[in-house]
């Protein structure tokens, strides 16, 4: 072996020696841990065409408002996408624009962890502005199943509050009310929610793209009724033992009973809080078979609140309340 030959015969061999000793010194990832975080990080196929069924299911639920055939509502903006992913629900697909990748790190705790399994994609920005709800987009957006609630769900009394304190929507028709309701109810302690319709006022689904704004992801994560009429709903509160309590905006008229305060009212027994329709209020008949009719005192001049706005005087004087007896989740001046 001449000596140039020998040369590099000893060359090859320190290297393979360095090698070897650098791979038994480097500790190992785990694998699994590895292989999540490269699925919650590496780029996916780019969902290119208009008439993609993930695509079109995304555009229903968003644009449209209409849940998928599956029963999925849509979620956009990385805030709602991440209130969803926390809330439990089950999740069926998120969605990234190219620019809306900037926020895959921010949820990657959630999308890559090993116990659930739902397909993350990417669409390019013309295409998910085209699908989504709002006028300028963040690029990224769920479809989210909201957890099914029976009546048996909403009287339950949660551990470590006093009593159950529904909140039940007759008519409300705009979806940010609906929302706005729903995210102060949830605020001030709430146990759930119940959605009716009222007369001839339906009440805005609280999982539309707009209330679901409006809730702030409150929708996902108190226990709401949908479905039930509001004679037979009504009918089950009391029976389960509820005092309901009637927004009023009516005058009472002779010998009916008189209005409360808010703070007249025993908040810490078993409640339902009836809020009706924007103009018009609850039909009278229910407002007459409620068993107390609560009205805000105002200055004069001034003919009543929203619905929105007044529920949220309503439920800061039952927080104030159950509040004294360590009501789970209100906090303590």
């Known amino acids: 072996m001449t000596w140039s030959s020998a040369l590099a015969v000893g060359m090859r061999l320190r290297v393979e020696r360095c090698y070897a000793f650098e791979r038994m010194g480097t500790p190992q990832r785990p694998v699994r841990a590895a292989r999540n975080e490269r699925s919650a990080r590496a780029p996916s196929a780019v969902l290119t065409s208009r008439d993609n069924r993930w695509l079109k299911q995304f555009r229903m639920a968003l644009r449209g408002g209409i849940p998928t055939e599956s029963g999925s509502v849509g979620v956009e903006g990385v805030r709602l996408v991440e209130e969803a992913l926390r809330s439990g629900c089950a999740i069926n697909a998120v969605l990234f624009s190219e620019s809306g990748e900037r926020f895959r790190e921010r949820l990657a705790p959630f999308i890559a962890r090993p ?6 994609m990417r669409t390019t920005d013309r295409l998910f502005e085209g699908l989504a709800d709002t006028e300028h987009p963040q690029g990224v957006a769920a ?3 909201p957890r099914v609630t029976s009546f048996d769900d909403l009287a339950r009394t949660p551990e470590g509050v006093c009593s159950p304190l529904v909140v039940v929507l007759a008519g409300v028709q705009d979806p940010g009310n609906v929302g706005t309701i729903l995210r102060t109810a949830a605020a001030f302690g709430a146990t ?5 319709a009222s007369g001839q006022s339906g009440t805005a689904s609280p999982f539309s793209p707009k209330a679901l704004r409006a809730s702030a992801g409150a929708a996902l994560h108190l226990a709401v009724l949908s479905g039930t009429s509001l004679p037979i709903l009504l009918t089950q509160l009391k029976v389960a033992g509820f005092r309901t309590l009637a927004s009023s905006v009516h005058e009472p008229e002779t010998g009916e009973q008189p209005l409360l305060a808010p703070w007249e009212v025993d908040w810490c027994k078993a409640s339902a809080l009836l809020v009706g329709n924007e103009g018009s209020g609850l039909p009278v008949e229910v407002e007459r078979s409620a068993d107390a ?3 805000i005192p105002m200055a004069s001049g001034v003919e009543s609140l929203n619905a929105a706005a007044a529920a949220a005087v309503l439920f800061y004087e039952a927080a104030r309340q159950r509040n004294s007896v ?3 989740n209100i906090q303590k001046p």
């Open 192 to 196: 759930g929610a119940a959605i009716a």
């Open 115 to 120: 116990e659930i399994a739902f397909p993350v």
């Open 326 to 328: 360590d009501a789970r």
């Open 143 to 145: 479809l989210v199943e």
């Open 293 to 295: 009719r609560i009205r």
